[in-house]
């Protein structure tokens, strides 16, 4: 076979073995996801034909009208949370190509926007029973 006497690829092979054994962490609450839907879930891999810049904006939408507490009573009365976030995202393939034939690299920086309010009649740190409102960039990633 092709990989038998090339120890690189051999490597590899463990590599990508050992990952797909793996299992993955599960950190939110009933093992949910905090990813937003929509956030590269459709042809993740997908990049523009190279060379090429591709231009995508990503926006979710979240509220909700209460907080539970361990009893299942409201936590924090008059609690309403509203949360908005458009992520924009730069792509860009390189026109040169890699092994195997075909295989182009790229690269996308994603810079989100978001805007959250809270709004409660109890007490918070930030505010005396009142909306707190944080307008703001988020995490700018570059892959």
């Not at 591709?54 to 209460?66: G, I």
């Not at 008059?78 to 092994?99: C, I, N, Q, W």
């Amino acid at each position: 076979m092709f990989w038998q006497n090339d120890p690189l690829r051999r490597a590899l092979g463990a590599c990508a073995l050992l990952s797909s054994l793996a299992a993955g962490a599960h950190a939110t609450e009933g093992g949910g996801t905090a990813y937003p839907l929509g956030v590269a879930t459709v042809n993740p891999g997908l990049e523009p034909s190279p060379p090429g810049f591709t231009f995508l904006n990503y926006n979710t939408f979240y509220t909700a009208s209460h907080t539970r507490n361990s009893r299942g009573g409201d936590a924090l009365p008059g609690f309403h949370v509203s949360v908005a976030v458009s992520s924009y995202r730069l792509d860009y393939t390189l026109p040169e190509g890699v092994m195997p034939p075909g295989w182009h690299l790229g690269a996308f920086v994603v810079q989100p926007i978001f805007n959250q309010e809270l709004y409660t009649r109890a007490p918070t740190p930030r505010a005396q029973g009142r909306k707190v409102a944080i307008f703001g960039l988020g995490d700018l990633t570059v892959t």
